[in-house]
């Protein structure tokens, strides 16, 4: 026997009662539980958890932040969330709780990591149709974040041994029932004002069935809001971007991280003074944000290009890059 036998993780059965509170513990605590949807396997975390959400992405070893998905248990929980229309509100009352994620315009005030939407001013929201996610969330009192969980770059995973084999011994527990029963990731539409509706990703709801509950015929992704590359002007900071800078300008805010300090009278916030990169991606977006209303200028120190530190310079250059 290996002796990491001991750190594989957990697989047990969803509908076990010690299982669910022992998943519920996990997520309270800012750890990731691996869950069955009908549509594929999720990686969850609270949603409202920057540093949970974080562990997100470097579990999954992704090289950029793409927004997640948010599930929720029941509508009225969403719609606190984000702004329904007419149309999003309809396509819910049709196909939630279901294989369909709606994107809308998200909700101001609301406790959802920065880091979950990757600063959009949108959201991506779903309620699964089977599994123990609406219960966990209920349980909880929070949203779940959850992307398909595999690596990054690799099959979805549509059964708990395949989560395992994906995911090895960086996720504690893995709530297992049995196969997925669509075994594709959930359609996402995007329902945002003055646009028509559109198709971001096809999945496991027909769009047919959708364009007839609309009434008018589903548009592809847009330049606005496409796909994960597409996703460059996700976050744009009116302020100037300068990067990898140790000496700021007396005119700039600086971006810190590490133990390096920006000069006294420069309006400063530390991604990670301790340097540790899953706390300075949880940070990420809060900080750009509050430093956009100090500065039209912010300098950046250098943050490693390492792990979690990929998918932060990944973010950034695409930030400092605007025109
Ligand atoms: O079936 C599913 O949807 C699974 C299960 C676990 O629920 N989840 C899933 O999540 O596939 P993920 O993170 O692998 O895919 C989420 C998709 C991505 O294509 C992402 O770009 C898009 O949703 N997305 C999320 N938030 C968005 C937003 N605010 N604007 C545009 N696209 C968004
Ligand atoms: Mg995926």
New binding site residues.
Partial sequence: MRAETDHLPQIRPAEDEVALSQAVALLAAGELVA?P?E?????AADATNDTAVASIFETKGRPAF????V?CAERNEARLMGDFDDRASRLADMFWPG?L?L?VP?REGGSIAELT??G?P???L?I?GAGPVPELVTRLGRPLA????NRSGRL?ATTAQDVAEELGDSVPLILDSGPSRIG???T?I?LLPQEPPRL??P??LDREEIERVLGEPLLGPGRA?A??GM?STHYAPEARLRLDVRDPDADEAYLAFGPHRGPSGTPTLNLSPSGDLKEAAANLFSHLRHLDKDAARIAVAPVPRTGLGIAINDRLQRAAQRD
């Avoid at 549509?39 to 990686?43: F, K």
């Fill in positions: 869950v949807t549509t594929v396997y999720g990686l793409n927004p997640l998905i599930h294989p994620t994107v998200r939407t990757a959009l949108t959201v991506a779903r699964p959850a992307p398909s969980a979805t594709l990731e959930s996402v995007a971001l990703r999945g496991g809001i796909s994960p996703l």
